[in-house]
């Protein structure tokens, strides 16, 4: 399974904006990226009277929504799984896996905050963080880094998961 990496925090605070800025990063150095995002209210991307919809709505347990080019399914769990669940049910040959929430893992996380939130960080040490993204600053025992140094966020993940520099696929050769 390739490396997961949490980001987490608050509602608001920036989470996807951040992976979304750091994903081409990777890209651009060759990297394949997965995430994977946690919504605890649910979620829904079959429409109703669609006919995945209706498959799904006439009792199948999982129904594949196929083109050229991509492919989703939409799967009845019967619980929240966990994120090394969902690796390894749906993510095949990346290299990372960025995991958008699920903030209780045994993961390594960075935090994201913003000052404007006014909220204490949810993540210590203890619980695997590895780094804060924010645009405060906070006196914990965990490198800071500014909101908006992608660059150097993606340089400590690289570092730290994907072998200075070399994807782990170049590795298996």
Do not use: Q
């Not at 498959?55 to 080019?69: E, L, N, R």
């Not at 290299?95 to 404007?116: M, Q, T, W, Y």
């Not at 025992?141 to 998961?161: A, H, Q, R, S, W």
């Amino acid at each position: 399974m390739p490396p997961i990496l949490s980001i987490v925090g608050k509602s608001n605070s920036g989470k996807t904006t951040l992976i979304e800025k750091m994903i081409p990063l990777f890209v651009a150095k060759g990297y394949r990226i997965a995430t994977i995002k946690h919504n605890r209210h649910g979620f829904d991307i079959d429409h109703e009277g669609k006919d995945s919809w209706r498959h799904k709505k006439a009792g199948a347990f999982a129904s594949v929504i196929a083109s050229p080019g991509k492919a989703a399914l939409v799967e009845d769990t019967g619980k929240d799984l966990r994120i090394e669940e969902l690796a390894e049910r749906y993510i095949r040959d990346a290299d990372l896996i960025l995991a958008e929430g699920f903030k209780d893992n045994p993961f390594p996380k960075i935090e994201v905050s913003r000052k404007e939130s006014h909220h204490a960080l949810l993540c210590t040490k203890k619980d695997n963080l590895i780094a804060i993204a924010a645009d405060a600053i906070y006196d914990k025992d965990v490198p800071l880094y500014d909101i908006n140094d992608i660059e150097g966020l993606v340089l400590l993940i690289e570092e730290k998961f994907l072998k200075k520099g070399v994807p782990p696929s170049d590795l298996k050769k």
